[in-house]
């Protein structure tokens, strides 16, 4: 049997390396159906905020080739719902629950991480710092190392525990601002968040969002993906945590080989409802079939 | 009502005119899930990497007699296609039964109007036998654009009284569902409108019903992603802000919308 327990440091210790991405997975309970949450890794929830959002104007998707716009806009409850009403019923599960955090500036950020460090069972957040910054103008934190930073010293003083996060991937160089999070006390780095995209309907003569942009993801961003998790993962010491296009467990074994310590499935989930399960096993199967006893052995081989 | 994964074998295929088409379908293990209501929808993987996403259908018609369900699809795109392409005797990936229902509880001997446009009527089928076996007396209105979209007037009749409308005259009366007078007289006794097809059909519908202080239930076809409520990609602004209509819907009572 392979080992796949990955400790990803400060108390976030995964019974496999395989989450959910935040925005794919609901809260867990949608897939309850489906597949058992307690085989994950963890899942990561719905990106939270201070506030409640009403999210952007439907149309809010649009398919690709091999992938699919998305401009949801952070619609949620807020982080006193979730804590009030989702986290009673999901904090009993035998699984890592994180919560992604999303803020509209460096203070909404902050008091959200602190009013999520009452909950006992929940390990780790996970920092979406791509959302617009609104005093620089909705230029994204994510963006600009001096922005990245910023947000991320401000979370590290609210919240105790394991601080991951995520990166934009609308970026020039991925490994500055993974090295300016990590100066700033990332615990972990996850990416890639979604590629800014655009898609028109040319008969209605108009783009298919709302928004007129919006966030690439599926197997399509997948090279990239894989590209941008080998430059982060050889640029810091922090464990990577890789995304964006997982569908298989091959697909998933690239972002290992290529450097992560822990994946997460995202917009497969739609695909498929068991995509998470899929996954996992065949990475067993491969390790397996390859007579590979842990995942260390092939962790950042390239 | 769990919802469930799994292969159907497609039993019958038929192609209808105007590019519609109506499956027969077996699920591979034999028993179809408990309580389909009519009114809700699956979620089809197109085959052979048609499309990456799923794709919603409205349940035409379920028999727990035979295990049988029954859809009818219009072919519009790639994923439609590839769907409606498969032989008989060939499996298609679905997730079922997704989102509500519409209302079926009335006093006997009430008097329920259906509203379908094109293949809006698809999730109508199921509906009008439901209330016709609760003995809820069941009128229809089934709008096209012209008489080779009426692809399945023929089902209806058992369970109702069926009045046809054309935009282009080539069969039943003459104009738009809104315009026919049979469906403004029948709005008269009835006791609630229930209403699929396109969106300036069922605003128009929403909007006489409300004339008339008459309830009425339109099922909205959002475009989805996951169908379980979990992307948000789905919603429709209501009077309690965006919800999901793949779970609050897709069936929706005019007064929680913001028409
Ligand atoms: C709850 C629900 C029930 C539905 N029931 C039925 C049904 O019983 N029979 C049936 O034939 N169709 C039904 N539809 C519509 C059907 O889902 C779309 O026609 C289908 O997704 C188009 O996929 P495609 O790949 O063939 O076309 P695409 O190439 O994806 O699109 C072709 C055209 O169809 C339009 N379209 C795409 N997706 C949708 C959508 N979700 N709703 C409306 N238009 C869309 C696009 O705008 C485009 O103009 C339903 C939709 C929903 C949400
Ligand atoms: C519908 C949708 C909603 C998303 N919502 C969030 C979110 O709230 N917070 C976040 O950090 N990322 C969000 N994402 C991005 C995903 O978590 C993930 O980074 C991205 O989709 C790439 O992975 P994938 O290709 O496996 O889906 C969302 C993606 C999709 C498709
Ligand atoms: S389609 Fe994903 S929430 Fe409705």
């Given at each position: 049997?392979?080992?796949?327990?990955v400790?990803?440091?400060?108390?976030?210790?995964?019974?496999?390396?395989?989450?959910?991405?935040?925005?794919?997975?609901?809260?867990?309970?949608e897939?309850?159906?489906?597949?058992?949450?307690?085989?994950l890794?963890?899942f990561i929830?719905?990106?939270?905020?201070l506030?409640?959002?009403?999210?952007?104007?439907?149309?809010?998707?649009?398919?690709?080739?091999?992938g699919?716009?998305?401009?949801?806009?952070?619609?949620?409850?807020?982080?006193?719902?979730?804590?009030?009403?989702i986290?009673?019923?999901?904090?009993?599960?035998d699984?890592?629950?994180?919560?992604?955090?999303?803020?509209k500036?460096v203070?909404?950020?902050?008091?959200?991480?602190?009013?999520?460090?009452?909950?006992?069972?929940?390990?780790?957040?996970?920092?979406?710092?791509?959302?617009?910054n609104?005093?620089?103008?909705?230029?994204?934190y994510?963006?600009?190392?001096?922005g990245?930073?910023?947000?991320?010293?401000?979370?590290?003083?609210?919240?105790?525990?394991?601080?991951?996060?995520?990166?934009?991937?609308?970026?020039?160089?991925i490994?500055?601002?993974?090295?300016?999070?990590?100066?700033?006390?990332?615990?972990?780095?996850?990416?890639?968040?979604?590629?800014?995209?655009?898609?028109?309907?040319?008969?209605?003569r108009?783009p298919y969002?709302?928004?007129?942009?919006?966030?690439?993801?599926?197997?399509?961003?997948?090279?990239?993906?894989?590209?941008?998790?080998?430059?982060?993962?050889?640029?810091?010491?922090?464990?990577?945590v890789?995304?964006?296009?997982?569908?298989?467990?091959r697909?998933?074994?690239?972002?290992?080989?290529?450097?992560?310590?822990?994946?997460?499935?995202?917009?497969?989930?739609?695909?498929?409802?068991?995509?998470?399960?899929k996954?996992?096993?065949?990475?067993?199967?491969?390790?397996?079939?390859?007579?590979?006893?842990?995942?260390?052995?092939?962790r950042?081989?390239? | 009502?769990?919802?469930?994964?799994?292969?159907?074998?497609?039993?019958q295929?038929c192609?209808?005119?105007a590019?519609?088409?109506?499956?027969?379908?077996?699920?591979?293990?034999?028993?179809?899930?408990?309580?389909?209501?009519?009114?809700?929808?699956?979620?089809?993987?197109?085959?052979?990497?048609?499309?990456?996403?799923?794709r919603p259908?409205?349940?035409?018609?379920?028999?727990?007699?035979t295990?049988?369900?029954?859809?009818?699809?219009?072919?519009v795109?790639?994923g439609?296609n590839?769907i409606?392409?498969l032989?008989?005797?060939?499996?298609?990936?679905?997730?079922?039964?997704l989102?509500?229902?519409?209302?079926?509880?009335f006093?006997?001997?009430?008097?329920?109007?259906?509203?379908?446009?094109?293949?809006?009527?698809?999730?109508?089928?199921?509906?009008?036998?439901?209330?016709?076996?609760?003995?809820?007396?069941?009128?229809?209105?089934?709008?096209?654009?012209?008489?080779?979209?009426?692809?399945?007037?023929?089902?209806?009749k058992?369970?109702?009284?069926?009045?046809i409308t054309?935009?282009?005259?080539?069969?039943?009366t003459p104009?738009?569902?809104?315009?026919?007078v049979?469906?403004r007289?029948?709005l008269k006794e009835?006791?609630?409108?229930?209403?699929?097809?396109?969106g300036?059909m069922?605003?128009a519908?929403?909007?006489?019903?409300?004339?008339h202080?008459?309830?009425?239930?339109?099922?909205?076809?959002?475009m989805?992603?996951?169908?379980?409520?979990?992307?948000?990609?789905?919603?429709?602004?209501?009077?309690?802000?965006?919800?999901?209509?793949?779970?609050?819907?897709?069936?929706?009572?005019?007064?929680?919308?913001?028409?």
């Amino acid at each position: 049997m392979v080992k796949l327990n990955v400790n990803l440091g400060k108390g976030l210790t995964l019974k496999n390396p395989v989450l959910t991405a935040s925005g794919t997975f609901g809260f867990g309970e949608e897939y309850s159906p489906f597949i058992d949450l307690e085989r994950l890794g963890g899942f990561i929830v719905k990106g939270t905020t201070l506030e409640a959002r009403e999210g952007n104007p439907y149309p809010r998707m649009a398919e690709t080739p091999s992938g699919m716009l998305n401009a949801v806009g952070l619609q949620n409850k807020g982080v006193d719902y979730f804590i009030e009403h989702i986290y009673p019923r999901i904090a009993g599960l035998d699984t890592e629950i994180l919560v992604n955090v999303s803020g509209k500036s460096v203070e909404d950020y902050a008091e959200t991480a602190r009013r999520l460090s009452l909950l006992e069972n929940i390990h780790a957040i996970e920092l979406n710092i791509s959302c617009p910054n609104v005093k620089q103008g909705g230029m994204a934190y994510g963006t600009t190392c001096d922005g990245a930073s910023e947000v991320v010293s401000a979370v590290r003083q609210a919240w105790p525990r394991h601080l991951m996060v995520k990166l934009s991937p609308n970026v020039t160089s991925i490994k500055d601002i993974a090295l300016a999070v990590e100066g700033a006390g990332a615990d972990s780095i996850s990416l890639i968040n979604t590629l800014l995209g655009m898609a028109v309907d040319v008969e209605r003569r108009r783009p298919y969002l709302s928004t007129i942009t919006g966030g690439l993801s599926g197997p399509a961003v997948r090279p990239v993906a894989v590209r941008m998790v080998w430059q982060v993962a050889k640029a810091v010491k922090v464990p990577v945590v890789g995304l964006g296009g997982i569908v298989s467990g091959r697909d998933a074994l690239e972002f290992i080989m290529a450097g992560a310590s822990a994946i997460q499935v995202g917009t497969a989930n739609f695909i498929n409802p068991e995509s998470t399960i899929k996954v996992l096993e065949e990475i067993e199967e491969f390790c397996e079939r390859q007579g590979i006893k842990s995942l260390d052995e092939i962790r950042g081989i390239i | 009502m769990a919802k469930v994964h799994q292969n159907f074998t497609i039993t019958q295929k038929c192609e209808l005119s105007a590019g519609y088409c109506l499956l027969h379908l077996k699920p591979a293990s034999g028993k179809l899930p408990e309580g389909i209501l009519p009114g809700q929808f699956v979620e089809i993987l197109a085959p052979d990497n048609a499309t990456m996403l799923r794709r919603p259908i409205s349940i035409h018609f379920v028999d727990y007699n035979t295990d049988r369900i029954s859809l009818l699809i219009r072919r519009v795109g790639n994923g439609t296609n590839a769907i409606c392409d498969l032989p008989e005797g060939e499996a298609l990936d679905i997730v079922l039964p997704l989102g509500n229902g519409f209302s079926e509880d009335f006093e006997a001997g009430a008097t329920v109007i259906l509203v379908g446009g094109g293949v809006g009527v698809a999730p109508l089928l199921y509906q009008a036998s439901k209330l016709k076996d609760k003995g809820i007396r069941v009128k229809m209105v089934y709008g096209a654009r012209t008489v080779d979209e009426l692809v399945v007037a023929e089902a209806f009749k058992p369970y109702c009284e069926l009045e046809i409308t054309t935009d282009d005259a080539s069969a039943g009366t003459p104009g738009r569902v809104t315009d026919s007078v049979c469906f403004r007289e029948y709005l008269k006794e009835a006791a609630m409108v229930q209403c699929c097809g396109p969106g300036p059909m069922m605003k128009a519908v929403a909007a006489a019903c409300k004339a008339h202080g008459v309830a009425c239930e339109v099922s909205l076809e959002n475009m989805m992603a996951c169908g379980l409520g979990a992307c948000l990609c789905c919603v429709e602004k209501t009077v309690k802000g965006n919800v999901c209509v793949c779970t609050e819907g897709p069936v929706f009572n005019i007064e929680k919308l913001t028409w």
